[in-house]
């Protein structure tokens, strides 16, 4: 038993320090700001499949009427069209969809968007997680004295 | 003849899990190398399997799936990259920023080893005897690596021009695939934020195919001008049976540069310390 728990752990240690970063385009933090999460639901108005970003755009309707159209950032058509999205059917001009991801750090109508509820409450991931690529927790060197 | 069967029988209980999972060899002997894989992955399955949950383009299909560790995890029991202590200050600096000054940023080749540790991307090997070709879906790169008879004759191209990924050539060593690196430009991070490197860099793979699954990969690093010791990055490949690499042309609309450049302007703080 007690050799099975070194092994357990051991076998932990393994997949913890081999595990290696995982990087997208460009630095999540750089541009994007993890202490603003955003949901905003609305009608996609525009679609583009471009490298080495997908965007899509919302018109978001606010309490008093008023539209603002909003950009969000996600993967590129490689990575969705491997994570189940299929071009011109999951997400259309026209859905009225719901999405979570976070505001760009200008204040803009720009945001960085993470996952996507369609109309049918499917949900779908269409950009990784917050603080992908801005180089994490800890850096790759010791702190220097 | 009931005997050869009840041996076979028993051969097969005692090793039922490794028969079918053996790594296939090519036909000059060595193990096969070819497929499409998925690097700094440790799990088994097809693509969509294995990267369900909150992990690599999670697609929600398991949302018990434990999530791919992301580059903002620390990563217990890691060995901090050698630098010396004017060049991890350096390493720090782009830490700090967030890695902005990333080259990717930019649309340039990544680099290695961080081109074949990164999971969201797959890898295409493909092996015949004298030749084996990588392909990397980002940045849509590639190389051409000759396998030589034995190290004392894989001689590196005497016409050689730094390059994003370097000059490779191999040898095998038992059943794994060793590549000798040289001929880098300095213009790619190793793996991790802001790991830069000059152009005398020398860096050596080890790929061995452990399983039908999984490559075991390692990348050794030595660089006399930035490092105090050799760097060595140790990660696994995952073969993702019915995936293809495809097209990934980054230059098509990179807009990140143009926003950096206006969140600068603006005197926005992003630093992280």
Partial sequence: ?145 | MTRSLLLAVCALSAFGATVSDKPPRASDGHPDLTGVWQGGSTRKGDWEEANSGEGVGGTGKDPKAPANISPTSAQAGREPAPYQPWAAKKVLESFNKRGIDDPAAYCLPPGLPRMAVLGLFPVQIVQTPKQIVILYEYMNAFRVIPVAESAAKAKHHDDMVPTYLGDSVAHWEGNTLVVDMTGFNDKTWLTATGTFHSDKLHMTERYTRVSKDQINYEATMEDPVVLTKPWVVKSTMMLREGTRVQEYVCAENNLDPGRYENLLKQGINFQKQ
């Fill in chain 1, 1 to 145: 038993m007690r050799h099975l728990r070194w092994l357990f752990a051991a076998v932990c240690c393994f997949l913890l320090s081999s595990a290696q970063p995982v990087f997208a385009h460009h630095s999540f933090g750089a541009e994007y700001d993890a202490d603003k999460p955003v949901t905003l639901s609305g009608t996609v108005t525009k679609i583009e499949w471009t490298n080495p970003h997908s965007h899509f755009y919302l018109d978001v309707k606010d309490a008093n009427g008023n539209v603002a159209n909003w950009k969000f950032e996600g993967y590129p058509p490689v990575v969705l069209s491997r994570t189940g999205w299929k071009r011109d059917v999951t997400l259309k001009v026209g859905d009225n969809i719901t999405v979570f991801g976070w505001r760009s750090r200008d204040g803009t109508n720009w945001a960085h968007a993470r996952q996507i509820t369609v109309a049918d409450g499917h949900k779908l991931y269409f950009g990784p997680p917050a603080g992908t690529g801005d180089g994490g927790a800890v850096p790759a060197v010791d702190p220097v004295k």
